[in-house]
T-cell receptor
């Protein structure tokens, strides 16, 4: 595996379910990000992690809970989501949060029923 | 001040033609301007990026033109090919509290006709 991988690629869940999205980067980077991509809206930054510490929480509702157990893995735990949370969730990484270039994974297409 | 306005929303170009996508920003603190290309079912992939100390950067058929005084930058795709059909996003970013944060445009869906 190379680059940034995400699993699952597609997820359908009910509003009362609990699920998790997983991201893994194979680039030796120290910073990881979660973005939300909704139709006809700009990509929205959700969270930033640097060396496993959360350095940015962009006013994201608490029903989204990130976890970064090490610099290669990032999770997004989901619970009691709303239909408007349906979107493509993208993970990205960069060598350092202070360096500009970010590399994205393929995303998880989430549908909340 | 934090918005990046991208136009057009969609673009159709004949094979061999030039595709031009424009972006405008307001915050002069931005210092890194990448363009990303996204194919259906894939994540955005970095295409080309520029910093405001240069007015133009070219990589193969892709060129960024940057106008610092007008706070505008554009992507030019020369000799457009059907394989270039994708959604293109511009972004503007700056470092705050040690972290680079991107503000993305809304995207341009490009279709290149064979």
């Amino acid at each position: 595996e190379t680059g940034v991988t995400q699993t699952p690629r597609h997820l359908v869940m009910g509003m009362t379910n609990k699920k998790s999205l997983k991201c893994e980067q194979h680039l030796g980077h120290n910073a990881m990000y979660w973005y939300k991509q909704s139709a006809k809206k700009p990509l929205e930054l959700m969270f930033v992690y640097s060396l496993e510490e959360r350095v940015e929480n962009n006013s994201v509702p608490s029903r989204f809970s990130p976890e970064c157990p090490n610099s290669s893995h990032l999770f997004l735990h989901l619970h009691t989501l709303q239909p408007e949370d349906s979107a493509l969730y993208l993970c990205a990484s960069s060598q350092d949060p202070g360096l500009a270039t970010q590399y994205f994974g393929p995303g998880t297409r989430l549908t909340v029923l | 001040q934090q918005q990046v306005k991208q136009s057009p929303q969609s673009l159709i170009v004949q094979k061999g033609g030039i595709s031009i996508i424009n972006c405008a920003y307001e915050n002069t603190a931005f210092d890194y301007f990448p363009w990303y290309q996204q194919f259906p079912g894939k994540g955005p992939a970095l295409l080309i990026a520029i910093r405001p100390d240069v007015s133009e950067k070219k990589e193969g058929r892709f060129t960024i033109s940057f106008n610092k005084s007008a706070k505008q930058f554009s992507l030019h795709i020369m000799d457009s090919q059907p394989g270039d059909s994708a959604t293109y996003f511009c972004a503007a970013s700056r470092r705050t509290s040690g972290t680079y944060k991107y503000i993305f445009g809304t995207g341009t869906r490009l279709k290149v006709l064979a």
